[in-house]
């Protein structure tokens, strides 16, 4: 009887100290899993973002191989394109000449913008209100990291950039954080995407933006 009970007792100990060396796995498992969730989710919709800026500049790539190598804003209006209309401020009618190669007006909107709502299609009550991103000016395919479209919240001063055209030539601007906290993406000409980190007391500099000091904020 004294062996049995030695057995039942070596048995238990051992089922104890597996439950507890699963329990603790189990543990260790569910933290880095909450870390990881966690420090996730604040970059998930800014990557979100990045993904909406590069079918942007695939769009505008596409649209370019059917024009001679050309931007929507380096065609006239007449030939197709959206020139004069971008010289006055109209950024819509810029998206819009290339509704086909966007496909769906949902990229044109971060998810992180809870200011600007997703257009149902690119021509019925299809407005600035349904634009998150501005669109450069200057940019060009043989400078293929000028600036095509990024994030338009931009502040000048503290004060919110209104609609129009913005010569970052004579301006200092950086980003509200109601998008990326200070931060912005920035679409280029090639296609690639940048994550600009914008801290305190820093602008956008224009001397290293290649040949886009004019960005058409919607």
Known sequence: M??????????????????????????????ILILELSSAKLPRHRFNCIN??????LAYNIW???????FPFQVSVTNGGAMESVATGDVVTLYQCMSNELSTPQILVCPNDTTHQVATNFLVNFTAKNLSYFAGMDATLPHTQSVLSGDANLVINGQ????GVL????QRA??????????????????????????????????????????VIP
């Not at 919110?160 to 609609?163: D, F, G, L």
């Not at 010569?167 to 004579?170: C, D, F, P, S």
């Not at 109601?178 to 980190?197: E, F, I, K, V, W």
């Open 2 to 31: 004294k062996l049995r009970g030695s057995q039942n007792q070596s048995i238990h100990a051992k089922t104890l100290t597996e439950v507890i060396v699963v329990v603790f796995i189990l543990g260790c498992l569910l933290a």
């Open 52 to 57: 909406c800026l590069k079918e942007v500049g």
């Open 64 to 70: 370019s191989g059917d024009n001679n190598g050309q």
């Open 160 to 163: 919110p950039v209104p609609p």
């Open 167 to 170: 010569n970052l030539a004579r």
């Open 174 to 215: 950086t980003w509200s954080q109601d998008r990326h906290q200070t931060s912005g993406n920035l679409g280029m000409a090639d296609g690639s995407c940048a994550m600009l980190a914008v801290h305190s007391g820093q602008t956008l500099v224009p001397d290293v933006i290649i040949c886009t000091n004019r960005w």
